[in-house]
């Protein structure tokens, strides 16, 4: 079975620091995963993939991840946090179908 | 590319009226779409999943005879809210891939309102 852990429902940065959202995951196989980020009344944005090729992944809009199997985990970084990046993001592993982590909203401060 | 549109983007209706969404890929054939509903501050819930030709797979406690989905085309899928009540207003996203479990490119959603 899969699931999906944000483990943090909000993330407060200032603008120009580094961003961390994590996110854990479980999955009986190799999953793929994936980051979505997803601005107020918006549709979602896909930001990244990762399907087994390479563990770090770049996306767009700066943003990568890193796919660690011992930890089980993909947490999404930037290095430097913009106003625009100010958003709901979601982790989320697929099998058959999505599932969604609950969300992290980041807020970067001016 | 891939790109998802839907339409309306809101809609306000009366209680006991019918809404039709639209979702349509416009620069991609969909084999597979999806219908999710989202409630404020909340993740997303898959609805079903449409397979083009197919009848569409609807989760569970999602009554289907509802919220009908036809997927009449490799491009377009519709959502219709039949007799639709106040409980039914949501925010609602389509999404299409290639496949079951390919990457899922999502549409802007749709804002239901029901008086």
């Known amino acids: 079975a899969q699931s999906v852990t944000q483990l943090d429902s909000h993330v407060s940065v200032s603008e120009g620091t580094p961003v961390l959202l994590r996110c854990n995951y479980s999955s009986s196989y190799s999953p793929s995963l994936f980051w979505y980020v997803q601005h107020p009344n918006k549709g979602l944005q896909l930001l990244l993939k990762?399907?087994?090729?390479?563990?770090l992944v770049k996306g767009i809009n700066g943003f990568e991840a890193e796919f660690k199997k011992s930890e089980t985990s993909f947490h999404l970084t930037k290095p430097s946090a913009h106003m625009s990046d100010a958003a709901e993001y979601f982790c989320v592993v697929s099998g058959s179908k999505f599932y969604f982590g609950s969300g992290t909203k980041l807020n970067v401060k001016p | 590319g891939a790109v998802v549109s839907q339409h309306p983007s809101w809609v306000i209706c009366k209680s006991g009226t019918s809404v039709k969404i639209e979702c349509r890929s416009l620069?991609?054939?969909?084999?597979?779409m999806f219908w999710y509903r989202q409630f404020p501050k909340q993740s997303l819930m898959l609805m079903a999943t449409?397979?083009?030709?197919?009848?569409?797979?609807?989760e569970q406690g999602v009554e289907k005879d509802k919220f009908l989905i036809n997927h009449a085309s490799l491009t377009l899928s519709t959502l219709t809210v039949t007799s639709a009540h106040p409980e039914d207003s949501s925010f609602y996203i389509c999404?299409?891939?290639?496949?079951?479990?390919?990457?899922?490119?999502f549409g802007p959603g749709t804002r239901l309102t029901v008086l």
């Open positions: 990762y399907t087994s090729a390479a563990t």
């Open positions: 999404s299409a891939s290639s496949g079951s479990g390919d990457t899922q490119y």
């Open positions: 449409s397979n083009e030709g197919s009848k569409a797979t609807y």
């Open positions: 620069d991609f054939q969909a084999t597979t």
